[in-house]
């Protein structure tokens, strides 16, 4: 039985490999899930949601170059590893886009950044400011790889980081969606009767209210903020799952298995949860892989409508909304690129989830 089972395993998995897109999808995942967990390590802005604002330089185009003076601060506590990975340095210096700048006797004077080679203004500062009075360390030639928001903060930096939201919430919704949706799925399929009928009565109230509707109104319920929407979301996703496992439980309660460990006794919830669900994994991934992608667009368009991820946090979703009035601006990019990453993320998903329903189809 176990090699059968082994043998079978083995099937599906070179069945997978053999669907290169679902190949190819499955390892864009993969960089998405290393992106989202070191992202403040990629990003080239890595303070606290990478939310350095310099106004002087917003709405920058991708590649775009200036000069970054940084003002050393003396209050830089050490912050753990750990820490700075997961939610970025929060001791960040101060940044000061400048075009030039000179150095007199003891002082420096920096021409600060202006625009269309206007006239800029000039700042004094001590030289003594800077450890053994040398500046040359603390200007660099900053670039901004994907240009800069309108609040001039680094775009690329916030779609790094923007990546773990859209990413961790499938993670956390689904996980919601799963717990909840086997159990009710379960519990309906396999005894039946008045349970049934009572779990499919709630299931078909849940389904019948439209889905963004409904988390909207969770949300508003347990109120905005980061882990909100994503319980919103797995709340609203289990219907779906808990279709799907009691019509298979339905089918697999009548197979001869299920009769022998009847007859040896086996608890109810031992025998669903050992021996049937085990037998049904292959339409409950594939439903876990779609749900993922659910998540993501929901999460997005919750971000959209302001009740997602509030800001500071970068969000995916929340870009688009920010910068959406730029399309007609000649700043298309703004909106498209944090776009282009929904639709990439949300069909990479789509893509594997079908691959892997081919791979578990016993009769293909």
Sequence with gaps: MKRKLNSLTLLALHKFKKNKIGVLSFWYIILCGFIAV???????DNSSNANQMHIEIHTKKPGFKVLMLTIPSKKISKQPFFNSLLFGKKNQQTEIPISNYNISKNNIIVQLYSEN????????????????????????????????????????SRMLIGTRISFFIGFIAVFISLVIGISMGAIAGYFGGKIDA?????????????????????TLALGKGFWQVFIAVGLTMWVEVARIVRGQILSAKKMQYVEAAKALGFLNFRIIFRHILPNILAPIIVISAANFAAAILIESGLSFLGI?????????????????????????????????????????????????????DVKG
């Design 198 to 218: 009572f779990i499919m009565w709630l299931i078909n109230i849940t389904w019948s209210i439209p889905t963004l509707l409904l988390v909207i109104a969770i």
């Design 117 to 156: 080679s206007l006239e800029s203004l000039s700042k004094t500062s001590p030289i003594s400011l800077f450890p053994k009075n040398d500046i040359k360390p603390y200007i660099k030639t900053k670039i901004f790889y994907l240009g800069t928001d309108k609040y001039g903060r680094d775009l690329l």
């Design 38 to 44: 070191f992202a403040y390590v990629l990003a080239p």
């Design 308 to 360: 997602g991820a509030q800001p500071p946090t970068p969000s995916w979703g929340a870009m688009i909304k920010d910068h959406y009035n730029y399309i007609i601006l000649g700043k298309a990019y703004l909106a498209v690129f944090p776009g282009l990453a929904i639709m990439s993320l949300v069909m990479a998903f789509m893509l594997i989830g079908n691959a892997l329903r081919d791979a578990l």
